[in-house]
């Protein structure tokens, strides 16, 4: 037999130390044993299951490195989820159909250390995957999520938003008296829930009043904005809804359906570091009760709100 | 609105509603969680006793500043978190622990046993009986809320995610010589997004019902939730499993639990809630033994060997029952 050509050799001596070096490096789907993942941040991820079966233990891979502020512990991370079954594939719960991302306290005490994991130490703008058997991938102390099998393993991924101070807010303390049909605001200290008072006649029209003006970043249709928001039904005391009285900031899209109603027009072309007074009337948008994401607020109820801008990321 | 709706062979969990005077955030100093970590059956506690039992009310999870929490937890044996029984009068709870409104409930009770069964009559104690394990928990009313917003013009909360159920009731039985029975349901309740009712819940729950929310499969799900959701265990609490290393249904296990609700949820925030739930563990080659061929002992008598309606825990309420309750001698 003939000796073969020096650059077939080579080749054959390269192919041969790819296929050593290569699943090492973690380029190899079956070595890693995870689930190939594919789409941009901020859309919902096509994800192929491996045919083999899932890892024993929990795994965590930064499929994509955000350019964004690093993820701290104490921080609360707001991100868009989409999780499925290993095992068969069944898509179960994810926020980008939804519209609504969603909050996660990393504490280990209100969802699964996996989430820590995956999460803690990420920059903003990151896409992470994280495997993990059912009963460690949602809730915390091993509880399997409703409907899932205890012995079944759960694929999620993620697409970082960003790490927020629970108590996080666009400026400090103020007050802004009543004026032109908005009633007053009074932020008593850092952090602290805006109150809303002196309320005159119900508004006809959404108003918009800044009460601070943000430098940072624009707000773009489509983009993901994360809030601290306060809501009233018109002339209350009481929040209808806060992010104050839960974990802290949450994302939403900067879409009309998925706000409540007047916050799109109030927010369009704003910037990030704005604290903003809505008002909007209760025939606003009729019959309106929540968004696909369960954002709520009372029926055909005129209802002021201070939202204050803590960030926006294009998605 | 839409009804609800048996979603198939996925349909898990769940649990735990109700009760009374004092809320109990479970920290367990002697817990031991089953191996793998698995605490789907709930508290499973070292000890050297042949039987083990749990029940608890409410556990939420992922929800603002309430922790991982079971509200009224009992458990046998007892632990310092979880006492023997809870029993709530007829006047609505405010459930706000740490601070945090998560709903109101009334009426409520759970109750865990070893060695022993409920009187089949109220007001009578609890009958001694070596070998058995008993868990159940229920309320009148249930109102929860994720977190629980009430609505300022009256009705349905306005919560982002909200499950009001009446007379909810689940209980785990488990006795010398037989496999583990449960029972689970409730009289009527409901599902609610914002203030608006999605879902009715029917009054006779079918085992493991499951749903999405909302039903219209055109449509992102926001919570995935299974009611009466029933799993054996093995004795250490951990799924019994088929061939394949996935959980089976067991007709012979003489361990597992039941869950009322079970719901997991996205939208702003993520959360995890189980209402009512009721867990027992008995080794059977240790409690076999204590089996009665025919039930006419004098200390059993009238003790149904299943529960004999599938929407009503088959014993006396917990208060009534309670007065008799002793601490029965282990049986190793």
């Not at chain 1, 998925?258 to 927010?267: D, I, T």
């Not at chain 1, 009337?281 to 055909?300: C, I, Q, S, V, Y």
């Not at chain 2, 629980?148 to 785990?172: D, K, M, R, W």
Request: hydrophobic share 40%; aromatic share 6%.
């Amino acid at each position: 037999m003939a000796a073969p050509p020096r650059r077939a050799r080579r080749t054959a001596a390269l192919a041969v130390l790819a296929a050593l070096i290569l699943p090492a490096l973690g380029c190899g789907g079956k070595a890693e044993n995870i689930p190939q993942v594919k789409g941009e941040f901020g859309s919902r991820p096509e994800v192929a299951m491996p045919t083999y079966p899932p890892p024993k233990d929990a795994r965590m891979k930064v499929l994509v490195e955000g350019e964004g502020p690093v993820t701290r512990k104490g921080q609360v991370i707001v991100t868009d989820v989409d999780m499925r079954i290993w095992e068969s594939g069944r898509a179960l719960m994810d926020t980008y159909r939804l519209e609504q991302p969603t909050t996660a306290v990393l504490d280990g005490q209100h969802v699964s250390r996996t989430w820590d994991q995956a999460l803690i130490g990420r920059k903003a703008g990151s896409r992470v995957l994280l495997v993990s058997p059912a009963t460690h991938g949602f809730g915390p102390h091993g509880m399997a999520p409703a409907q899932v099998t205890p012995t079944d393993h759960m694929v999620l991924v993620f697409d970082v938003i960003g790490g927020y101070d629970p108590k996080a807010q666009a400026a400090g303390p103020g007050t802004w008296p009543a004026s032109g049909g908005f009633p007053s605001v009074n932020v008593k200290a850092p952090g602290a829930e805006p109150v809303m008072a002196d309320f005159g006649a119900e508004p006809r029209k959404v108003g918009v009043r800044t009460l601070v003006e943000g430098k940072g970043a624009p707000l773009k249709a489509g983009h993901s904005v994360v809030m601290q928001y306060t809501g009233v039904v018109w002339g209350t005391k009481t929040p209808f809804n806060s992010t104050y009285l839960r974990n802290g900031p949450n994302g939403f899209v900067m879409k009309d359906a998925a706000m409540l109603p007047g916050w799109f027009e109030a927010l369009e072309g704003k910037r990030v570091g704005s604290r903003i007074l809505v008002t909007v009337p209760g025939n606003e948008r009729p019959g309106f009760t929540h968004t696909k994401g369960a954002l709520g607020m009372p029926k055909d109820k005129p209802a002021a709100y201070v939202l204050d801008v803590v960030d926006t990321r294009p998605r | 609105m839409a009804s609800w709706r048996i979603s198939g062979s996925r349909a898990l969990l769940t649990a735990g509603v109700a009760l009374t005077a004092v809320f109990t955030a479970t920290l367990p100093a002697q817990a031991a969680h089953a191996p793998g970590g698995v605490d789907d059956w709930g508290t499973v506690v070292d000890t050297k006793d042949c039987v083990q039992a749990d029940a608890w009310l409410v556990r939420v999870k992922g929800l603002g500043k309430i922790i991982d929490t079971k509200l009224f937890q009992s458990h046998y044996p007892t632990t310092p978190q979880a006492p023997k029984q809870h029993a709530g009068g007829r006047e609505l709870i405010n459930l706000a622990p740490m601070g945090i409104g998560l709903g109101k409930v009334s009426a409520l009770y759970s109750r865990a046993m070893g060695h022993a069964h409920p009187a089949t009559t109220s007001g009578k104690g609890d009958v001694p009986a070596r070998g058995e394990v008993y868990a159940d928990a229920g309320g009148a009313a249930v109102d929860i809320g994720l977190p629980y917003i009430q609505n300022p013009a009256g009705g349905t909360q306005l919560s982002p995610f909200g499950v009001h159920v009446e007379g909810i009731t689940v209980s785990a039985y488990s006795q010398p010589g037989k496999p583990v029975a449960f029972t689970g349901g409730a009289a009527r309740g409901y599902i609610s997004v914002a203030g608006t009712r999605i879902i009715d819940i029917p009054p006779i729950w079918a085992v493991n019902l499951g749903v999405r929310i909302p039903e219209d499969y055109t449509q992102a799900p926001l919570a995935l939730a299974t009611t009466n959701e029933q799993v054996t265990t093995d004795v250490k609490g951990n799924p019994t499993k088929g061939p394949n290393g996935a959980y089976k249904y067991d007709p012979k296990a003489t361990s597992g639990y039941v869950n009322g609700i079970h719901a997991s949820v996205l939208g702003t925030d993520v959360a995890d809630v189980t209402v009512v739930h009721a867990a027992v563990l008995r080794d059977p080659k240790i409690t076999d033994k204590f089996a009665v061929a025919p039930r006419a002992a004098s200390d059993r008598a009238g003790v149904p060997a299943r529960p004999l309606s599938k929407s009503c825990a088959p014993f006396a309420p917990p208060r009534t029952a309670a007065a008799g309750m002793k601490d029965t001698s282990s049986c190793w």
